[in-house]
């Protein structure tokens, strides 16, 4: 079936470096790609979404391109902010409208 | 626009007892999801309704899970009798436009099963 696979973490970083949180997925036929974030405290919410290959989403400086050539979405931010810190989620969504399929989260831990 | 509310936020209770947890969406969204989240895992979905109809509900353990939608708008996930491996943070979200994948979550019951 369906799956998603993201890096292990923790993730931890100074403020101001480079991240990248790999994504790898698995699906029949052409999903639409996800990243989900959960902020302390808060529900998950939507990061940015790509539908078709080639397709960049981006929000708040991070950005992911849907790689249908090695079935990738890896999420990558230039420079984080310890307000960054959260848990990350990868997700597909098949066409039609199925539930979300998700990654086991990675958490990223930004220091200043 | 008031967001997913879910309640309780958090539930202590021992094995082979039975609990509810409720959802109310966000309106007017036709599609209500509830996931399951074991710690150190990501959200599975357990049921999907399309306003009072179930979409999907292949992965809900019907020999003690039930969930309705009875008037299409608010919905109730209900185990009984719980089981330890039930311990986990039951989240349910909505969707307006479930094609888009884009769906909107709730806080969470955070479960604990004793």
């Known amino acids: 079936g369906d799956s998603v696979t993201q890096m292990e973490g923790p993730v931890t970083l100074s403020e101001e470096a480079f991240l990248t949180i790999n994504c790898t997925y698995t699906?029949?036929?052409?999903?639409?790609l996800f990243w989900y974030v959960q902020y302390p405290g808060e529900g998950l919410q939507l990061l940015l979404k790509?539908?078709?290959?080639?397709d960049k989403g981006s929000n708040k400086g991070f950005e992911a391109t849907y790689r249908k050539e090695t079935t990738s979405f890896h999420l990558e931010k230039g420079s984080v902010q310890v307000s960054d810190s959260a848990v990350y989620f990868c997700a597909l969504s098949a066409l039609g409208g199925t539930a979300l399929i998700f990654g086991k989260g990675t958490t990223l831990s930004v220091s200043s | 626009e008031a967001g997913v509310a879910q309640s309780p936020r958090y539930k202590i209770i021992e094995k082979r007892q039975s609990v509810a947890f409720w959802c109310n969406p966000i309106?007017?969204?036709?599609?209500l999801y509830w996931y399951q989240q074991i710690l150190g895992q990501g959200p599975k979905l357990l049921i999907q309704?399309?306003?009072?109809?179930?979409?999907?509900d292949s992965q809900l353990p019907k020999d003690r899970f039930s969930a309705e939608r009875l008037k299409g708008v608010d919905s109730t996930l209900k185990i009984q009798p719980a089981k330890l491996e039930d311990s986990a943070v039951y989240l349910c979200?909505?969707?307006?436009?479930?094609?888009?994948?884009?769906?909107?979550f709730g806080p969470g019951t955070r479960l604990t099963v004793t």
């Open positions: 790509a539908t078709k290959a080639d």
């Open positions: 979200a909505s969707s307006q436009a479930p094609s888009t994948g884009e769906q909107y």
């Open positions: 309106s007017g969204h036709a599609t």
């Open positions: 699906a029949t036929g052409y999903p639409s």
């Open positions: 309704f399309q306003n009072n109809g179930v979409v999907d």
